[in-house]
């Protein structure tokens, strides 16, 4: 039997490292806590000396991400800005977009939401709002490419065209004119499919093997399991039948295809984008973008209006100015 000293020995032995260990864990912990509360002490002190230095209209985000806006400009990072003047936003469960118009760039900004962080998205939507920000309905994407440089800056290489529910035109990010207004006239598309091919395969096998044992043990001791089998046959007859089936399914999967768009503005002019988009994209696009008349009929309705002003300032009822303001409001539309 093992004395009771003995046994003391060893819970001594036991105990006295894990006493040691358990100690050091705490002061680890103990050590972490405080550095934690340093780190968190020091960013306070920062994002306050960052409020006190540039006193902002709105305080947004959080000590370690700030956002302020100060003056229809957008503050974050280390003094980076986004002009918010003109700008348009929209939002979705985790992420609010905001579009500017005059920053050549930027042609879209994203501020990310903490997962269930409801009061930061509604403080951040309520500043933007305050601002006089509109909100987008629908909105696509346009590629740079040199054709299109003399109209609008590409922010990252990329444009956005938007359109506010309200309105039959939209605008785009980056444009050079700001004043310019947008028609999508006609869209030239063609979906296009691939085929994947699914080949699904079994087999099954049915069939008699006769032998004897003692030559299954022969068999066996130079093959292994299937010098068993070889075993057991010797001598005999086999018979087996495999019988495979094959099933092939064929899915049809939609991929980007090319997309002609054309565009005009309040000027007359015409321009052609090229994009890759898949068909729900398109239909968005026709249902929302498409302008509802026609070239001829745009014309029309336009050489009307100035024939009924000319009318009038033949009539004496407008005078020149008011005639030559009416017609530069007819021509953009």
Known sequence: MIQAWMILILIGLIS???YYAVQENNKNIEREQQEKEKREKAEEQRYQEKINELNPDFTLGSRRFPLFIKDMKLIYGKDKELNLKNAVYDFFEREILIIPTIDTHFSLFNIYIGEGDKKLK???IGALDECGLGRIK???QISEDDELSSYFYFGNGKAYAYKMDSV???KISGQKNIENKWYLINIEFAPHFVSDYEVETTSKSNGKIRGNAGAALVGGAFAGTTGAIIGSSMGQSTQMTTTIHSNNSAKLRE???TVLLTLKNSAG???TISEKMIEEEVVML????LAEFSDNENKGSLALEIQKL???FKQGVLTEEEFNRGKRKILDL
Do not use: S
Request: glycine share 0%; hydrophobic share 40%; aromatic share 24%.
């Open 168 to 170: 039959d035109y939209f």
């Open 122 to 124: 509604q403080r951040i």
């Open 310 to 312: 000319e009318e009038l």
């Open 255 to 257: 991929i980007p295809a």
């Open 138 to 140: 629908y909105w696509f």
């Open 269 to 271: 002019e015409k321009i």
């Open 16 to 18: 006295i490292p894990t």
């Open 286 to 289: 026709k249902k929302h973008f």
